[in-house]
């Protein structure tokens, strides 16, 4: 069982109505980027999906950009103005070079950063993806809240955080396994926060069920998932496993923001719960709100 792979599932799968428009939020991703993706799709003859999901990995992954296209995607993503070209509000040259900067320096520089996957996971969020995938955009949502986790820390005032794993390319087995464990509490958070305003009811398993199917998640990975759909909530076990480790804390915090639609009075008490029972300060917690688009800037 891989849970980068359950992680991308889940992405793909669709974790709630506002899930795909928080992450792109927190990207930076503009409408610009949607509209260069239907064209792109239009001018292959693809769909919105699939060629743009290897274009980005591509460009963000640090591969070839292929040109004129690497260098319009670039653009529109963030990456730097160019003579003639107009920002697009933000993008992902603007969330490595404002939410990422401290981070580079302080591991030798953002090849040392796990954000090859945010190529993937921007595919995902614009229709593509499939089995193939899963791994890499579960790898681009740990980096995604990875950064907004040092984010909102080094934003508010806390002393030298430290890089949490999903934001850290790992470069030994020791490192690997901190990842792997720290994939499977983020996940473990979503799927809990998902059950906030009740139980998850069985029309919901099944349409997670049919579209891990469709994927291609195997059969581990699907009564690993069903199991954890099923049982209680584990609020407090999630919360002991975290203590004392802030950056994994705020992890969790913005993974739960992305997989609920928090438009309950239930699931706004269960964020103060989990926020408090994992330390997290409200100019942290109203910070990672802030960058998924629940709160102005």
Known sequence: MNIG???GAMVQSGMSPSSNDRMKKSLGVSKDLDNLAGNLGDSS???????????LSSVLGGGKSGGGIGDLLSSVLGGGQKSGATGAGGGIGDLLSNML?????AVGGNKNLAVGGLGALIGSLLGGGGKSVGGAVGGGLMALVGALAFNALKGTGQANPQIPAGLLEPNTDEDQK?????SEL???????????DGQVDQNEISRIMGKFDEIGVDEDGKNYLITQLQKPMETEKLIAEAQGQPELAAQMYAASLLAI????QKEKNYLDQLAAGL?????????IQQLVGLQPA
């Open 45 to 55: 003859g693809q769909s919105g999906g699939g060629g743009i999901t290897d274009m």
């Open 5 to 7: 792979e359950l992680l």
């Open 279 to 287: 330390g997290l300060e409200p100019r942290v917690t109203g910070r």
């Open 261 to 264: 639609e928090v438009d309950t």
């Open 178 to 182: 901190l990842l792997d464990q720290s």
């Open 186 to 196: 983020v996940l473990r958070a979503m799927i809990n926060a998902t059950k906030s």
């Open 101 to 105: 900067g401290d981070a580079g320096k």
